[in-house]
Each structure stands twice: as structure tokens, then as C-alpha cells.
């Protein structure tokens, strides 16, 4: 099985790549990553000699269109899994646009290459799974009753998703 797995630099990342390779140590995993201030190529030198070799690096935005649909062309990736994102929500007040460009736009630029590469007639190529992994910028809210509040809304006024935002194949729109 071969996964793209995105903000592969960053914290949780890094982390599911040391999990997914000692879990599934003949799965392939491609790490897309733009390495932003929060990336960093050291979380990952851990990697043993053997769980580097099917582990492959690209610097790059999910962004960009262009290089998602070339990675997607040039490998038969089964499995997206999005960790990248702009996290630092203080850096929003500041700078809100590139949250937007990343944490929306870029989202959505990897949902549409999946689509493109994934769709098929009337359905989906079985076995393929798009997993977004977010704290705020769901596309969806799958389970409206299960959003959670913080205990002091003036601190918090987002809600905190259930599950932390991550989303579970639906039997709608993507899988
Ligand atoms: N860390 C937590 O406790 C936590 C909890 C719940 C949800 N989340 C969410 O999980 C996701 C990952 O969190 P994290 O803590 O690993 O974040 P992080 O900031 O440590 O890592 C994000 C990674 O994404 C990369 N990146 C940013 N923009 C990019 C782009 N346009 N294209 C490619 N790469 C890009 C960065 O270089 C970085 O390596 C985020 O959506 C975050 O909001 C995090």
C-alpha cells in the first residue's frame, strides 16, 4: 500500500510516520511538505536505515495543483492522509490569509487531485481513503451533536470538534 501522507515535518505528522512504519513496515509512504517555520526535516531522522527506504521526501505545497496531480500520476498512492496546515492559531490573528490559502484552499486542492484520480463512473476505486486531519477547518460536521464546548466560552469561542476533527469515511463524497 503506498500512502501520501502530508505535513509529514510537523508534529502529529512525523509521529504517524514512526507509527505507520513500524506498524506496516512494507506500506510505501510518500511525505509532502512545505517545511513552513513549523516543519522540520529533524522529526523525522529518527527513521531507521531500513524505515527510510520506503519512505520518500518532497518539499512542496499542497497547494499546488500542478505537483499533487504529479504525485498522484507518477505513483498509485492509496491513502492521502492530511496533516498539513497552518496550527498556530495565534499566528491567524496576525496572518489569516495563509491559513486560509493552506488550511482551506490547499485542503481542497488535494480533495479535488483525489477526485480526479480516484473517481471512477459512478463511484470510487475501492480501497481508496482520504483522511483529513484538522482542528477547525472541517469541510463537514459529520456528528453535529458531539461538537464540544469549552467549559469558558470567553476563552474559547471555537468549538472544539468531537473526535478533533478527524473525519471518517461517510459513504458520501469522498472516501
Ligand atoms: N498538535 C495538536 O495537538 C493537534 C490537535 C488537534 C488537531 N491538530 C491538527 O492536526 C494538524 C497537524 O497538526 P501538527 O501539530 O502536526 O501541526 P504542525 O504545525 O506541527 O505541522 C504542520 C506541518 O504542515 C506543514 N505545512 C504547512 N502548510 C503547508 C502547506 N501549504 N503545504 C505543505 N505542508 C504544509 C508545515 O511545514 C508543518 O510541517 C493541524 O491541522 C492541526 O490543527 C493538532
Known amino acids: 500500500m503506498k500512502l501520501l501522507v502530508t ?10 510516520v514512526y507509527y ?7 506500506d510505501e509512504i510518500i511525505g509532502l511538505d512545505k517545511l513552513t517555520y513549523a516543519g522540520n526535516l529533524h522529526n523525522l531522522e529518527a527513521l531507521s536505515r531500513e524505515q527510510k527506504g520506503r ?3 518532497i518539499r512542496g505545497d499542497i497547494g499546488d495543483i500542478g505537483l499533487v496531480h504529479e504525485i498522484l500520476e507518477k505513483n498509485a498512492v492509496d491513502k492521502i492522509v492530511n496533516f498539513a496546515a497552518e496550527s498556530h492559531v495565534d499566528r491567524s490573528i496576525r496572518d489569516p490569509q495563509v491559513f486560509l490559502r493552506s488550511n482551506i484552499l490547499g485542503t481542497a486542492c488535494l480533495l479535488d487531485a483525489a477526485r480526479d484520480f480516484w473517481k471512477y463512473e459512478d463511484g470510487w476505486l475501492p480501497e481508496k481513503r482520504f483522511l483529513q486531519v484538522s482542528t477547525d477547518e ?3 460536521i459529520p456528528w453535529p451533536d458531539r461538537i464540544l464546548y469549552r467549559k469558558d466560552p470567553a476563552r474559547s469561542p471555537q468549538p472544539v470538534l468531537g473526535e478533533q476533527g478527524i473525519r471518517r469515511p461517510s459513504g458520501k463524497g469522498l472516501p
Open 7 to 16: 505535513g509529514v515535518a510537523g508534529f502529529i505528522g512525523s509521529n504517524f
Open 20 to 26: 505507520w512504519r513500524s506498524h506496516h513496515s512494507h
Open 55 to 57: 519512505f520518500r521526501f
Open 138 to 140: 472541517g469541510v463537514r
